[in-house]
């Protein structure tokens, strides 16, 4: 009896430490010697954002930043996009922007861009009563009104680049302070590299450009940010216990390491925000869209950016001294 008993401890002892590993260890991806083809790839892409912004003419800016009104609407009945163009066929509207947002139909946003100082007020209204003019009271609901003056929307452009510029600049300090000035650099230019992207991305969808998107790059560099300080700290470590390896065995051996926790946690964020922007509705479209590229873009970025960096500047240093 006593056997039997610590033959079934044994084996419950044996189910209990049985752990799922999404990365079984001892897995070695030559990470470091893809540094150049992934460097070709940020390059391409960052380009075709670039470029795509361009032939834009710039980013498709929401009220928040262009200036002027929108009013974002529901009928109760599916209505032709053509209706609401007659409806606000007005002398008071001008470049008036009428958007089915979905719904079946129903939701549309109206944008008048670019409204003279001190009207965008009147502009509101009028979009007002020409819909109800067209289609009576009762046959719509009015879900949300926005009214920006030009010059507040230049200011807020201005504040928006600098609180973006600002984090890169003291999230790059960070990291250089709480390690080495090398991965201070890679931390700079990974997140600057995670910036452009998400705009290239946001050019290329097309996605309004506003406040909300602002704050979503600004999540994108704090989340970045994080995901590089687990690779980096556990670079330092491995350096200081493998004194002999050279860097580029470290910095593989670390990714490695943590390649686990980083998908698991960049794969929980990006499922949460997927969703987001598949059932979020239309408001915040362009946050989801921004969260849920940036997120791929910072995970990507401290492998193939931030690390690739380190390791450049100490071949650099180490030629220096020679």
């Keep these: 009896m006593a056997d039997r008993a610590n033959k079934d401890t044994e084996k419950t002892a044996a189910v209990e430490h049985r752990f799922f590993e999404l990365i079984p260890p001892g897995t070695r991806i030559d990470f470091v010697g893809l540094r150049f083809k992934m460097l070709i790839l940020s390059w391409s892409l960052i380009a075709c954002g670039l470029m795509s912004i361009y032939l834009h003419g710039g980013l498709n800016y929401g009220i928040d930043f262009a200036g002027g009104s929108m009013v974002q609407v529901r009928f109760d009945q599916p209505t032709a996009v053509a209706d609401l163009r007659t409806a606000l066929d007005r002398p008071e509207l001008r470049e008036v922007v009428v958007q089915d947002v979905g719904q079946g139909g129903k939701e ?19 979009i007002k009563a020409g819909l109800l003019a067209k289609f009576g009271e009762g046959t719509y609901d009015v879900l949300r009104v926005e009214t920006v003056g030009p010059k507040v929307g230049k200011d807020l452009w201005r504040d928006a680049t600098l609180a973006v510029l600002f984090a890169t600049l003291i999230m790059g300090a960070y990291i250089a302070v709480r390690f080495e000035v090398r991965f201070g650099v890679g931390a700079a230019v990974a997140l600057v590299h995670d910036v452009l992207l998400t705009l290239g991305a946001l050019s290329v969808a097309n996605m309004e450009f506003d406040l909300t998107t602002v704050a979503a790059l600004l999540t994108v560099v704090g989340y970045s940010v994080h995901d590089t300080v687990i690779v980096s700290d556990r670079i330092r470590e491995n350096m200081a216990k493998m004194r002999r390896e050279s860097l580029a065995t470290i910095i593989n051996l670390s990714i490695n390491e943590t390649l686990s926790r980083t998908l698991i946690t960049s794969g929980t964020a990006i499922l949460v925000t ?25 995970t990507y970025s ?8 380190v390791l450049y500047l100490e071949a650099r240093s180490t030629r220096a001294r020679r």
């Design 108 to 126: 549309f946003q109206v944008r008048v861009l670019g409204a003279a100082e001190g009207g965008s007020t009147l502009v509101a209204d009028a």
């Design 274 to 298: 997927a969703a987001l922007f598949l059932l979020g509705g239309s408001v915040i479209h362009s946050f989801a869209f921004a969260l849920l590229v940036g997120f791929v873009v910072g």
């Design 302 to 309: 401290s492998i193939y950016v931030a690390s690739p960096i």
